[in-house]
């Protein structure tokens, strides 16, 4: 069975080399317990995830940051269907694919 965690958090802009990517950062909290569940990652440290924004679902993966939490990327078309952008406080529930 599939941990979900719910919480909310700011959507923000990061921009690094050319490439502007919409994020959220999963509270350490709740970071902390997904590191704990999911200690062999794949490339890059991420874990597969499956996120929803009221009835917007899709499947991604969340990659570590430096100070402990997790960087969640939120696609356009996402953050359209949603009507969600950079500055909004979002409310997230995410399933760590354990399985996959």
């Given amino acids: 069975m599939n941990p ?37 990652r794949r490339g890059f440290g991420s874990i597969r995830v499956t996120v929803r924004i009221e009835q917007h679902e899709w499947n991604t993966s969340i990659f570590p940051m430096n100070d402990g939490r997790f960087f969640l990327p939120v696609k ?19 399933d760590v694919r354990i399985e996959d």
């Fill in 76 to 94: 356009a078309p996402i953050r359209k269907k949603a009507k969600v952008d950079i500055g909004d406080t979002v409310e997230f529930e995410l």
């Fill in 4 to 40: 979900t965690f719910t919480f909310t958090s700011e959507l923000r802009q990061w921009e690094a080399a050319k490439t502007t990517w919409v994020y959220a950062a999963v509270p350490l909290d709740e970071a902390d317990i997904i590191a704990d569940l999911v200690p062999s």
